[in-house]
C-alpha cells in the first residue's frame, strides 16, 4: 500500500497493533471454545462422559440417564454462542490477515486485497522477517517511521 501511495497509517500505531493483537487473541481463544462445546455436544450424543466430570461422578453411583436430554441444552448454547459472537466470525479473515499473512489464502480476502498479500507473500526477505520478529516488529519493517 505504501508502494502504491496509500499507507496504511494505523501499522505505525502502537495502540492499534495493541487492540488489533487483543482482538485477533479473543478471536482465537472464542473459536477454541465453539470447537470444544461442539465436540462436548457429540461426545454426549455418543454417551461420552469425558469432559463432563460432576456428571460422571453423579453417573457412576447407578444413575444411567439418556444423556440426549443434554445434546438439546448444548445444540441451544452453541445457537446462543453463534448468534452472541457472528460479528468475530465475519471478522475472522480480517484479523487472520494480520496475524498470518504468509498463510492465509489470497482468494479468501476482498479482491483488492489479493495481489497486496500475493506480493507479500512472494517476498522471501520479509517472510524470513515474520518468522523471526513480533507482529508489531514485523509491521515496522513494512512501514518504517
Given at each position: 500500500?505504501?508502494?502504491?501511495?496509500q499507507?496504511?497509517?494505523e501499522f505505525?500505531?502502537?495502540k492499534?497493533?495493541q487492540?488489533l493483537a487483543f482482538?485477533?487473541?479473543?478471536?482465537q481463544?472464542?473459536?477454541?471454545?465453539?470447537?470444544?462445546?461442539?465436540?462436548c455436544?457429540?461426545?454426549l450424543?455418543?454417551?461420552?462422559?469425558?469432559?463432563?466430570?460432576?456428571?460422571?461422578?453423579?453417573?457412576?453411583t447407578?444413575?444411567?440417564?439418556d444423556?440426549?436430554?443434554?445434546k438439546?441444552k448444548m445444540?441451544?448454547l452453541l445457537?446462543?454462542?453463534?448468534?452472541?459472537?457472528?460479528i468475530?466470525?465475519?471478522l475472522?479473515t480480517?484479523?487472520?490477515?494480520?496475524?498470518s499473512?504468509?498463510?492465509?489464502?489470497?482468494?479468501?480476502?476482498?479482491?483488492?486485497?489479493?495481489?497486496?498479500?500475493?506480493?507479500?507473500q512472494?517476498?522471501?526477505?520479509?517472510?524470513?522477517?515474520?518468522?523471526?520478529?513480533?507482529?508489531h516488529?514485523?509491521?515496522?519493517?513494512l512501514?518504517p517511521?
Amino acid at each position: 500500500m505504501k508502494k502504491k501511495g496509500q499507507p496504511v497509517l494505523e501499522f505505525q500505531s502502537s495502540k492499534w497493533m495493541q487492540n488489533l493483537a487483543f482482538m485477533v487473541d479473543i478471536t482465537q481463544h472464542l473459536n477454541n471454545l465453539n470447537k470444544m462445546l461442539q465436540g462436548c455436544k457429540r461426545q454426549l450424543s455418543g454417551d461420552d462422559t469425558a469432559h463432563f466430570l460432576c456428571l460422571k461422578s453423579v453417573r457412576a453411583t447407578g444413575l444411567n440417564s439418556d444423556l440426549n436430554q443434554y445434546k438439546g441444552k448444548m445444540t441451544e448454547l452453541l445457537r446462543e454462542f453463534k448468534q452472541q459472537f457472528q460479528i468475530f466470525g465475519r471478522l475472522k479473515t480480517d484479523f487472520q490477515v494480520f496475524c498470518s499473512p504468509f498463510t492465509i489464502n489470497p482468494s479468501d480476502l476482498p479482491v483488492d486485497w489479493q495481489l497486496e498479500i500475493i506480493d507479500l507473500q512472494c517476498d522471501s526477505d520479509l517472510k524470513t522477517k515474520f518468522a523471526f520478529a513480533s507482529l508489531h516488529t514485523f509491521y515496522q519493517y513494512l512501514y518504517p517511521g
